[in-house]
């Protein structure tokens, strides 16, 4: 079985700055892929970022980038350049790749707030 | 990038009846599936919808409460039935690419 886990609940960062935002998982599993959503308040899950446990390089995708440590089975998603629009829930989430599809577990979240 | 158009977006529904999710996805997709987000939680899978065959379920989930349909590659609906309060949530359905899984915008459903 897999598991994800957000050990941060909330987090303050103000406007500009970086911040981190955790995220360990769980597997026995030797090919996974490792998710980041962002759900504002409306309840939409946009996809942030993907890291494939392949994957040699660390993906990037404009302000978001993923630190990923295979031996220490850690995805933290990092934010530069923080904006007040970037306040919402953040979601790691863990895939099995079954038969053409991503099957998602999801952690319990981190509620990012951005200050000026 | 898939664009997955769901709705209704929100209703309110009596408890006892019935409510049906649609998702239509705009390009061809092998498997879709749908998760519940109950109030301040994190998403659950209910199931996963497969064409031409029966949903599968995951534990604590039933065919009788969330039946499921995916009639071709490119649409599937969830219908929660016989509804309760404890139904009201968040439901999402997702499709999925090899490095990607995209979400419809949700149905935020509320019980009375």
């Known amino acids: 079985a897999q598991k994800i886990t957000q050990t941060q609940p909330g987090m303050f960062v103000q406007e500009k700055e970086a911040v981190t935002l955790d995220c360990t998982y769980d597997?026995?599993?030797?090919?996974?892929?490792l998710f980041w959503y962002k759900q504002p308040s409306s309840g939409e899950m946009i996809f942030l970022i993907y890291q494939g446990s392949y994957d040699e390089q660390n993906a990037t995708e404009g302000r978001y980038s993923l630190n990923f440590q295979k031996a220490r089975k850690s995805a933290n998603l990092v934010i530069s350049a923080s904006q007040l629009g970037d306040s919402a829930m953040y979601f790691c989430a863990m895939s099995i790749l079954t038969g053409g599809g991503n099957k998602l577990t999801f952690g319990t979240g981190t509620q990012l707030k951005v200050e000026l | 990038s898939a664009v997955i158009s769901q709705k209704p977006s929100r209703d309110i529904c009596q408890r006892g009846t019935s409510l049906t999710i649609q998702c239509q996805v705009d390009?061809?997709?092998?498997?879709m599936f749908w998760y519940r987000q109950q109030p301040g939680q994190s998403l659950t899978l209910i199931a996963t919808?497969?064409?031409?065959?029966?949903?599968?379920?995951e534990s604590g989930f039933v065919i009788d409460k969330f039946p499921i349909s995916r009639p071709n590659l490119t649409f599937s609906t969830l219908t929660v039935s016989n509804m309760s309060p404890e139904d009201s949530s968040i439901y999402l359905c997702?499709?999925?690419?090899?490095?990607?899984?995209?979400f419809g915008q949700g149905t935020r459903l509320t019980v009375v």
């Open positions: 997702s499709a999925t690419g090899r490095t990607e899984a995209f």
């Open positions: 390009s061809q997709v092998t498997m």
């Open positions: 597997t026995s599993d030797q090919s996974y892929g």
């Open positions: 919808a497969n064409q031409g065959s029966e949903a599968t379920y």
